[in-house]
Every structure is written in structure tokens, then in C-alpha cells.
């Protein structure tokens, strides 16, 4: 029986690429929960932004697996080893991902635009020094700067260029980088938003948060946020709180795995 979810024992590692945790086993029970959605939404193409160990985007091909056939997966990094990572894990799977070394999406701007119908990232969210943004190795994948959210901020706007008109991304964020804030932001280009995921640990509170799009009137049915480009930011948290059930079981790395 194929995976469910890629499986902790096949993913590959690095000393200097990301390994899964909690943020990423986060942002896979997002799809996990939402899968019904994604095979009733047809995407012809996924990107990932952010490949790292190349679990997140091997568990969403899994995830939509033979029901979805004709899918084109594309994965960026700008960690050249997590690239090779990757592809290792992808390989271990029988799944394959189109893998492109580059900085979040540059030099596809013009090919992906308006093209990608599902769009996943647990970006650098960690509040660091400026300086620690972008550096190589393994920082660059925690680096997010002032709030943690240089890289946040960057993504957003590559984002809505590359998302069709039924693009849905879904994004890893805490509660430092202001998950409100971004929200507000998204709604000014256009777009409403779920809490599909959240979750808290010692260390942190994680949200994964779902864009999609106003004119994409069948996103989840009666689950959209009513527009209001005038709401406060309070109020948006409120009401994404409040509308949408959380799931806010962990899964420990032991159900992972096997």
C-alpha cells in the first residue's frame, strides 16, 4: 500500500539541511486534513517553497497520490544540498518533484506566473539579526530577521504573482511574526484566510494558515472569512479563532514514521 505521508525513516539528511519537526509535521497534517479539499480543487501544479529535506513536498504528492494524476510538483531551495536531500527523499518514495536551486521562486517568475494552484511554505520564521537572513548552510532555513519576518514578507508578494485564480497557499507561521498582521496583508491583495492547523509547544505557537483567493467562492464552502479590508487586526484573529475549528492534537514522531 503506498504512504500516506513520506516516512521520518526515509527522508534524507545533511548536517547543513533543516530535518522535519514540529513545524513541518504541522504543515503536513494541514494537508492531511485538508486533502478532501485539495482533490476536489484539481491542481495541476504544487510548488514548494523552502524544500529543506524534501518531506513536505513528497508527503503532499503522497497525499494526492494516484486520485490526482497529472500533477506537476515543483520544489525551490536556495540550499543546494537540501536540493540533493530532496531528491533523495522524492526517490526513496517512488514520487517525483521538479527541483530548481534558487531563492525562493527567482528566475520563474515569468514561467509560473498565474500557473500554481497549490503553494506550501514553512518559511525562516525565527526571530534572528538581520544579518543572519540569508546566510548558507542550515540558517538560512530558521533565519527570519526583525519579528521573523523578512522572508515572510518577500514570499507574500512572489506569492500572489505566481497563484492562479483558484491558488491556494498555505503558510507555516508563530505567534511573534504576527499571523494577523500577515492576514490583513494578504487581504488587501485579495485574498481570505483560515487557521487550517494550530499548535503549541514550550518553545512556540504555530499556525498554518490558508490563502485562497475572494473570486474562489467554492473554497471550502461556508468556511470562507467574509471580506473586510476595514476589520482590525484583533479583530481578523478573532475571527479566525472563532469560525474554524483547530486541530490541535500533536503527533508524535513515532506515528511519523511508521
Known sequence: MPFRIAQIRLVSSHPEVYEPCDDSFAL????????????????????????????????????LGQEAPGVHYIATDTNPHAVRVTSETLEAHGVHAELINTDIALGLEKRLAGLVDVMVVNPPY??????????????????????????????????????????????????????SEICLQMRERGYASRIVVQRSTEEESLHVI????????????????????????RGVMESLFSQFPLLSSWRSNSNHSS
Open 28 to 63: 503536513v497534517d494541514a494537508l492531511l486534513a485538508d486533502r478532501n479539499h485539495l482533490l476536489e480543487h484539481h491542481p495541476t501544479l504544487c510548488l514548494e517553497v523552502g524544500c529543506g529535506s524534501g518531506y513536505i513536498i513528497t508527503s503532499l504528492a503522497l497525499i
Open 210 to 233: 490558508k490563502f485562497w483567493r475572494y473570486l474562489d467562492a467554492q473554497e471550502d464552502g461556508k468556511q470562507m472569512v467574509t471580506p473586510n479590508k476595514t476589520a482590525p487586526a
Open 126 to 179: 525565527v526571530p534572528t539579526p538581520e544579518d543572519e537572513v540569508g546566510r548558507e548552510g542550515i540558517a538560512s532555513s530558521w533565519a527570519g530577521g526583525e519579528n521573523g519576518r523578512s522572508v515572510i514578507d518577500r514570499i507574500l508578494p512572489i506569492a500572489d504573482n505566481l497563484l492562479s485564480d483558484k491558488g491556494w497557499l498555505y503558510l507555516v507561521t508563530l505567534t511573534c511574526n504576527n499571523p
